[in-house]
């Protein structure tokens, strides 16, 4: 077998799948053999789906970059803890550079991905069976994902779709280019998928899963193309109004309902979720990053959390007091343990104050904003969208939801807003359902262009859409919370130009050719 060396050079990724054809063989078939039967093809297949789960934490930062730098969570200093080299206020501040942790960490993990993709897809190759050509369907279909959040987040990338026969220092691409090759690849496997009217598809590509993802590549076509497109919106709509056409799927009455285990897997509403299981597959560990000391008190959980990230006051102040999201998606103010008596530390009771003032509570910006131990320690709301189940331990078991169908409302409303300047009533309709179910009403003057994005992101708050949506909504460059605090920080204003993540440092070594002008 020829071995590539691509993924672990230019990538900085482990190369996989490659046998060494000195090692003793227990069977007849080799790695360039298989798949040969139908049997084999079908579960051929599966180690695409292993990057998903590396992306949720610090071992790929999908996820943590996602929301870090958005408006929507903050990973503040505290004194001397959580300031890890600057990862987390880089992130906030838009002052990331090639050699950050996330910027590599991010990069290595997708392509990681992207390389097991085309690894199978090579081996498949050959096989015209109906069941290999399903089954390279679903492939190319979760590859899409991988490429979506890969030029999604840093622009001109390479775009490979073969393992064995790939350059060895491929040249960036323009984005345009990606984004053209991605829809036009979904539009024609989508229809090949398995659909999850059959639920036990939801962790897997599905055709519902293609149909999202091509809606939301539409809806941020003018973002990657650097051209506004009627034609976007339009097909848009069309994939969300064949979503929204089948019957098997429906919003859930409790929002909450989607973030609980128990009930989140046979949601009509989730559409492509990544499941984690605290033993056997871990890595969401949230719970864990932004519960204050005292969560195992709270939960009654096994581990004791980190007193980490919370959420930016101005998102919190997005919410009204009466808003089932607000109270189901944060933990804010005075603090009881799971019996309900008092949390107290000494003759104070811990109050989760949602109202943090800085960034950076080093010890010298403290003593400047006469910021005291305890609001140091317990300010911010923390995040408790995911079940928080007894006796949970650093990795949770929950089913996030990367999409579900209230994002497919909210996608089509949009792009109405966008293509017609108004919102269809049959939209509108499935808009007030997700208002009624949060206990909220329609804002004055209705869904707009001007509001629309707040709405997203109080429905989709912690799902890894956020930075995405402000760079479509031409706010990801504005200064936002912390930002303006320039005379303690030191920090500079975000630009256009971080909009995307650079090409980390050590993929520019291995491969010069990433840092010349994309083709």
């Given amino acids: 077998m020829k071995k590539k060396l691509l993924y672990s050079t230019f990538l900085v990724a482990v190369a996989v799948g490659c046998t060494d054809l000195n090692e003793e063989l227990y069977s007849g078939i080799t790695a360039d053999d298989y798949p040969q039967t139908d049997e084999q093809a079908a579960v051929s297949h599966l180690s695409s789906y292993n990057a998903l789960a590396n992306l949720f934490d610090d071992a790929g930062y999908w996820f943590l970059t996602q929301e870090i730098s958005s408006d929507e969570l903050v990973g503040p200093t505290r004194a001397a803890d959580w300031s890890d080299g600057g990862r987390w206020v880089q992130l906030q501040y838009h002052t990331w550079a090639p050699n950050h942790d996330a910027v590599e960490a991010m990069w290595r993990t997708i392509w990681t991905g992207i390389g097991e993709c085309n690894q199978i897809i090579d081996k498949l190759g050959a096989n015209e069976s109906e069941v290999a050509l399903k089954t390279k369907a679903e492939v190319e279909a979760i590859r899409s994902l991988y490429y979506f959040w890969l030029f999604d987040n840093y622009g001109d990338v390479p775009y490979l779709t073969t393992y064995y026969d790939a350059p060895d220092q491929p040249y960036r691409i323009k984005s345009a280019s990606v984004f053209d090759s991605l829809t036009t690849k979904l539009e024609h496997v989508w229809p090949m998928l398995n659909s999850i009217e059959s639920p036990v598809y939801k962790s897997y590509a599905s055709k519902e899963m293609a149909l999202t993802l091509l809606a939301k590549l539409y809806l941020n076509g003018a973002v990657y193309t650097g051209s506004e497109n009627s034609e976007y919106y339009a097909k848009t709509i069309e994939y969300c109004d064949e979503l929204l056409s089948y019957d098997y799927m429906g919003l859930e009455d409790n929002v909450m309902d989607l973030f609980k285990v128990a009930s989140s897997e046979a949601s009509e509403e989730m559409i492509f979720m990544v499941p984690f299981n605290e033993a056997t597959k871990t890595g969401f560990r949230l719970h864990m990053r932004s519960l204050g000391y005292i969560g195992d008190e709270i939960f009654n959980m096994s581990s004791e959390p980190w007193n980490g990230f919370c959420t930016i006051p101005t998102f919190f102040d997005k919410y009204d007091d009466d808003d089932v999201r607000k109270q189901g998606y944060l933990l804010y103010g005075p603090q009881f343990d799971y019996?309900?008596?008092?949390?107290?530390?000494?003759?104070?009771?811990?109050?989760?104050?949602?109202?943090?003032?800085?960034?950076?509570?080093?010890?010298?910006?403290?003593?400047?904003?006469?910021?005291?131990?305890?609001?140091?320690?317990?300010?911010?709301?923390?995040?408790?969208?995911?079940?928080?189940?007894?006796?949970?331990?650093?990795?949770?078991?929950?089913?996030?939801?990367?999409?579900?169908?209230?994002?497919?409302?909210?996608?089509?409303?949009?792009?109405?807003?966008?293509?017609?300047?108004?919102?269809?009533?049959?939209?509108?309709?499935?808009?007030?359902?997700?208002?009624?179910?949060?206990?909220?009403?329609?804002?004055?003057?209705?869904?707009?262009?001007?509001?629309?994005?707040?709405?997203?992101?109080?429905?989709l708050f912690c799902e890894g859409h956020r930075r995405t949506d402000m760079i479509r909504f031409g706010t990801f460059d504005k200064p936002f919370w912390g930002m303006g605090q320039t005379d303690m920080t030191g920090v500079p204003e975000p630009n256009a130009i971080q909009n995307t993540f650079p090409i980390p440092a050590s993929a520019l070594t291995s491969n010069p050719n990433l840092g010349l002008d994309p083709l």
């Fill in 339 to 459: 019996m309900g008596a008092p949390i107290m530390d000494g003759d104070m009771q811990a109050n989760h104050d949602p109202y943090i003032r800085i960034p950076e509570m080093s010890t010298a910006n403290m003593a400047i904003e006469g910021i005291e131990n305890f609001e140091m320690t317990y300010s911010g709301a923390r995040v408790q969208k995911y079940e928080i189940y007894a006796g949970a331990v650093n990795d949770l078991t929950v089913n996030f939801p990367v999409f579900r169908l209230a994002d497919v409302v909210f996608m089509k409303a949009e792009a109405e807003l966008r293509l017609n300047g108004n919102v269809s009533s049959e939209t509108m309709v499935l808009v007030n359902q997700i208002w009624a179910r949060a206990n909220q009403i329609a804002p004055a003057g209705g869904l707009t262009l001007d509001n629309i994005l707040d709405e997203r992101g109080k429905e």
